[in-house]
């Protein structure tokens, strides 16, 4: 009996992923691109997987990074992306950068002459027919207008966010509770809330005229032509707020109103900071109403002067930029499956991930769960202690929706970091609390050989020391 295919819309980093895990697990697959047809603002061939910007996978060190992780369990998954950048690697230290026509010639070539895979060069305008009871859209940041409106119509009119601004995130061990404090503005309950749900860092008047100043004096991105898409009101960035008069971001998100600041209760606050927890596991921390449009190297500099966070790590710096993304964690099931419509999966950027690794890696996972259901197998999905399972959860499930805040998006696109882990304690050495830098090291290393362990589990194969026999 033949096995009805699976129909993958989109044929970059994530629909060429999930092309090929769909296929080397047996089940056919028709693959549409519309690349040949149609172009894209920002793709520049007709190549399968087409780096639209820089040739680089970021960090290969499985060891201590994130995304080196990632790149690590993707090989242990058989990954095509990771098996056509390995072959096509160009010196980069210790990044995988590749060779982007090498790359893209190669993924090509390989789905190209894969029996289970069709290719078929065309634009698909709308959802896809009923017919198709299997599908996975992986159309990427840059989904053409007829297909984002479709999907916008079909899961709500601000499900599908066109044009966001990007606040940054950072991560909660970074920051220093000894100067900022717990506390919800006028110690508001709210749904769900304690009182004390938002971080807050406190600015004098010195300190925040310095710091406006320095919004003013730093380097801002430029857009590029194709971005020309304007900023809506209610989101504009800070540096913005700040050209429009010295006291803008006091009365706007900088506000001191209802905040007692818990270390000097007798010294009111010039200007506030807050930071609003922005997943489950409470190891990462969002700037409020600060989306930012400064050089990623100035917005370091200028967010580090506010005080408590002279140390911040920052698990994503701010942006403004086009991005078709849906509203994933209300959307979709574990699964990447759209709950309202069963057999219709998303995957790659257009869920709330963000580069071409995570978007592959997302990919590899939607292609893998559809093509188990396909074969009537049960679906099972990465532990959340994997880079996998990290990922996916903040995609479906990790992320907390701001209630206080019903107007904005919070959810947004980010790259796999530790800070979507589960937390795990520095193992000790010789009976001793490592501290500072050996311990942030440590702690990722226990990190990563957990998710290696896990992820050989979840994929059946042997532990790593009974497979290098
Ligand atoms: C300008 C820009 C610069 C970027 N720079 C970087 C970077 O330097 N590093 C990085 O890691 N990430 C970068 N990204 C993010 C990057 O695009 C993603 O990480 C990655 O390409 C997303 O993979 P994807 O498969 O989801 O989407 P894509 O790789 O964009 O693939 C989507 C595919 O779907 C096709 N498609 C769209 N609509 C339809 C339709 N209706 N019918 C049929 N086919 C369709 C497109 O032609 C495309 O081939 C950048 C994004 C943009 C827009």
């Not at 717990?182 to 807050?200: A, E, H, L, M, W």
């Not at 857009?223 to 913005?240: H, M, N, R, S």
């Not at 009111?268 to 409470?282: C, E, M, T």
């Not at 226990?446 to 998710?451: H, L």
């Amino acid at each position: 009996m033949s096995t009805k295919p699976i129909h993958i819309i989109g044929g970059g980093l994530a629909g060429s992923e999930a092309a090929w895990q769909v296929a080397s697990a047996g089940v056919p697959v028709i693959l549409h691109e519309m690349r040949g047809v149609r172009g894209t603002d920002a793709h520049k061939t007709d190549g399968l997987a087409e780096l639209v910007c820089s040739n680089s996978f970021r960090s290969d060190d499985a060891e201590t990074n994130a995304v080196g992780l990632l790149h690590a369990e993707m090989r242990l998954a058989g990954s095509l992306i990771m098996s056509a950048g390995d072959a096509n690697q160009v010196p980069a230290g210790g990044a995988l950068a590749v060779d982007r026509d090498g790359f893209s010639n190669a993924v090509t070539a390989r789905l190209e002459a894969h029996p289970l895979i069709s290719i078929v060069r065309e634009e698909i305008t709308g959802l896809p027919p009923e017919d198709w009871d299997q599908t996975i859209i992986a159309t990427g940041p840059l989904t053409a207008p007829s297909l984002a409106e479709a999907i916008a119509a079909s899961t709500g009119a601000d499900a599908l966010a066109f044009f966001d601004a990007i606040a940054p995130i950072i991560h909660f061990d970074s920051i220093d509770m000894n100067v900022c404090w717990f506390q919800s503005r006028y110690d508001k309950v709210g749904p769900g809330g304690t009182g004390k749900d938002y971080i807050n860092c406190p600015m004098d008047k010195e300190q925040y005229d310095a710091f406006v100043q320095a919004l003013l004096d730093g380097q801002k991105a430029e857009f590029k032509e194709w971005e020309g898409t304007p900023y809506f009101d209610g989101c504009l960035p800070i540096e913005v707020m700040a050209e429009r008069g010295r006291e803008t971001l006091r009365h706007g998100p900088m506000k001191p109103m209802g905040l007692t600041n818990a270390h000097n209760p007798t010294v009111k606050a010039y200007a506030v900071v807050q930071l609003r927890q922005d997943n489950a596991l409470g190891t990462l921390y969002n700037m409020v109403g600060f989306q930012t449009k400064l050089k990623h190297g100035e917005q370091v500099n200028v967010l580090r002067m506010i005080p408590g966070l002279e140390n911040a790590e920052f698990a994503r710096l701010g942006g403004l930029h086009r991005n078709t993304y849906l509203n994933s964690p209300t959307l979709l099931d574990p699964t990447l499956q759209l709950t309202s419509r069963p057999g219709l999966r998303f995957a790659g950027q257009i869920t709330g991930c963000e580069g071409y690794v995570e978007s592959a890696a997302i990919g590899l996972l939607a292609g893998r769960f559809a093509a188990a259901q396909r074969l009537g197998q049960q679906i099972s999905t990465p532990p959340v202690t994997t880079a996998f399972g990290a990922l996916l959860n903040h995609i479906t499930g990790g992320h907390i929706v701001s209630d206080d805040e019903p107007g904005k998006r919070s959810f947004q696109p980010m790259n796999v970091n530790f800070g979507l882990f589960p937390v795990m304690e520095a193992p000790k050495v010789e009976g001793k609390r490592l501290r500072g830098k050996e311990k942030t090291v440590a702690k990722k290393k226990a990190m990563t050989a957990r998710a290696l362990v896990d992820c050989r589990a979840w994929l059946g194969l042997a532990p790593a020391a009974q497979a290098a026999e």
